[in-house]
């Protein structure tokens, strides 16, 4: 008789050590291999419900003030590199310490606008080798919130951010820590490609880039974003509802695992928060 998890997700030999957390899929795929993906990816995020401003409606501000932007320091006219921001609207809380804004986004939808909240913003697509078209040392804060497990290449982009920060300067990440599903097939609410990070993997790639681990905190626990969407609000713009979340997320860690496939496994924060420094 087949094993419960064989039952419940069929894992081939070849993808058993992703699926475990062992590796990151993706990380180390040929250029072909990059070029499918990026091409799946490249309005994957736009065509999620993100494609219209006038409907579009950002809900991470307090989750990205509490674990990221608080612990920044109190340099003012920060040159800011956002990867896969979209309309930027998560420089939002920091706008009045700007003084440009770079966006890095595949899509076409997004590079309508040339300043963010009154900042001058530019916007560059991204060359899906991972190479980032920018000077060494030119930011001084890079911002990555929820886009890096959409790249197939995690590790070469995060070095390629190190290479483009000043000294001192600061990187905030947030990702998803769980598998997201069964990304051979088809699910709903999700890109095509996208797959979380698992906690380690991702450590392993900040310190071989190079980074000063500042910061990491579990946050994201699936539950207050169903309790919002019930209620009519949107949880991670509530800064009661992110501070509780913190509160359960960091208790509820220690039942973290990288593919769940059951309720209690998914009782446990999402994501994972990171404050890097050059």
């Given amino acids: ?79 800011a590199l956002g990867i896969g921001s979209a309309y930027g609207d998560e420089f939002f809380p920091i706008a009045n310490r700007l003084s440009n804004v770079t966006i890095l986004d595949p899509s076409d939808t997004f590079s309508i606008y040339d300043n963010i909240h009154g900042v001058p913003c530019n916007y560059s697509k991204p060359n899906p080798s991972g190479d980032l078209p920018f000077a060494s040392n030119h930011f001084n804060l890079v911002t990555s919130f929820g886009v890096m497990h959409h790249i197939p290449n995690v590790s070469h982009v995060i070095q390629e951010c190190y290479r483009c920060l000043s000294d001192g300067g600061m990187m905030l990440i947030r ?47 699936p539950l207050f974003p169903r309790i919002g969407r019930k209620l009519g609000f949107i949880a991670y713009n509530s800064k009661v509802i992110t501070l509780l979340d913190l ?20 009782f446990a924060p ?9």
């Fill in 1 to 79: 008789m087949a094993s419960r998890q064989n039952r419940s997700f069929q894992l081939n030999t070849d993808l058993s050590l992703f699926f475990s957390g062992e590796k990151l899929y993706g990380d180390d795929f040929s250029l072909t291999q990059i070029l499918d993906w990026y091409a799946d990816e490249e309005e994957g995020y736009a065509n999620l419900g993100a494609k219209f401003k006038d409907t579009y409606k950002y809900g991470y501000h307090e989750v990205n003030k509490l674990h990221g932007f608080r612990h920044l320091p109190t340099l003012q006219s920060i040159n």
């Fill in 175 to 221: 990702e998803p820590i769980h598998s997201m599903g069964d990304w051979q097939k088809p699910r709903q609410g999700l890109t095509k490609r996208e797959r979380g990070i698992p906690a380690k993997i991702m450590l392993d790639i900040i310190h071989g880039a190079g980074f000063n681990l500042k910061s990491m905190s579990a946050c994201m626990f």
């Fill in 247 to 266: 509160l359960v997320s960091s208790s509820l860690k220690w039942n973290t695992k990288y593919h769940r496939t059951n309720y209690f496994e998914k």
């Fill in 270 to 278: 999402s994501s994972y928060f990171y404050v890097l420094e050059k």
